[in-house]
């Protein structure tokens, strides 16, 4: 009989990023997007379309911060998920040997 072992993880009370908001490292973006701000000046960035008008962006800010906290600005605040289990890792055994592999035959040709 196969029995697997369940992890137990406590809950972490990390505050969300909607609590305490940091400033985001921002990337250039394409000439048709731009980046707008839910908190301030600097925090809880969203990206939008440029070509949007004055009254459109205001009424997108408005419902965004209105939801702020149904979206996840980073792992740690989606509800019930363990970061860690997000979280890809490679487990290599200690006596591995990298190896290099010939590429394989892509596209074979269609002989009629």
């Excluded at 980046?35 to 997108?60: C, Q």
């Excluded at 702020?68 to 860690?84: C, H, M, T, V, Y």
Aim: a negative charge; charged letters at 35%; aromatic letters at 6%.
């Amino acid at each position: 009989e196969v029995r697997k072992e369940l992890k137990i993880y406590e809950a972490h009370s990390e505050k969300s990023s909607v609590d305490e908001p940091h400033v985001a490292e921002l990337k250039e973006l394409p000439p048709h997007l731009e980046y707008a701000f839910s908190e301030g000046d600097d925090k809880l960035p969203v990206i939008i379309a440029k070509d949007l008008s004055v009254e459109e962006k205001t009424a997108l800010i408005i419902i965004l911060k209105s939801y702020k906290r149904a979206i996840a600005w980073k792992l740690s605040d989606i509800k019930g998920i363990n970061p860690e289990f997000c979280t890809h890792k490679i487990l290599m055994e200690e006596d591995f040997e990298p190896a290099v592999q010939h590429q394989r035959r892509v596209n074979p040709k269609i002989h009629d």
